[in-house]
């Protein structure tokens, strides 16, 4: 079972044993991501993705890793880190994990909730039409995350996801 998964720079050859995910597309770039996987043993191995880095999270919950890159949003197994699900051409900017071990995705404009699979997704209603959406940090059950209010970007704020409720509340604005 997988325990950690964090990016890291590119492993030198043979420092660890190595598995690719790749997706052959005529839009993928050069770029690749490296993930470092700790099983429970303490041992260690690398994943190399398709697209340059974005996060990297893991649910016990649904057992699942969820890795996110420029191209590609990749669902492992967190028993082995076999790959259950793929999603091309990434569209996303942030990834974390609520307490419950639920998957907290946003693209520049939306929250989105994944519970088990990536297929399926779940808005979340926000109180504004929100722009350039950039997670900060966990306040127990509350993400705090950045925006900027759509059409209106001189309207910065401060806001809350709270996961227990599902909502999404103003926190602090300036102009």
Request: glycine share 4%; net charge negative.
């Amino acid at each position: 079972m997988i325990v950690n998964a964090e990016i890291t720079d590119q492993p030198k050859s043979g420092q660890y044993p190595e598995k690719i995910y790749d997706f052959q597309s005529a839009w993928n770039s050069q770029a690749w991501t490296f993930v470092r996987f700790t099983k429970e043993d303490c041992s260690e191995w690398c994943g190399h993705f398709r697209g340059a880095p974005r996060h990297v999270a893991i649910s016990k919950k649904s057992n699942t890793i969820l890795v996110l890159t420029s191209h590609y949003l990749f669902q492992l197994g967190s028993k082995a880190g076999e790959l259950i699900n793929l999603e091309n051409h990434s569209i996303y900017q942030n990834l974390t994990v609520d307490p419950e071990g639920n998957f907290v995705l946003a693209d520049y404009f939306e929250i989105e909730i994944i519970r088990d699979s990536i297929k399926y997704k779940e808005k979340v209603a926000s109180p504004i039409a929100m722009d350039m959406i950039q997670f900060e940090k966990w306040i127990n059950e509350k993400l705090e995350f950045t925006c900027d209010a759509f059409l209106n970007w001189h309207r910065h704020l401060t806001m809350t996801y709270n996961s227990q409720t599902g909502k999404i509340e103003i926190q602090e604005e300036s102009y």
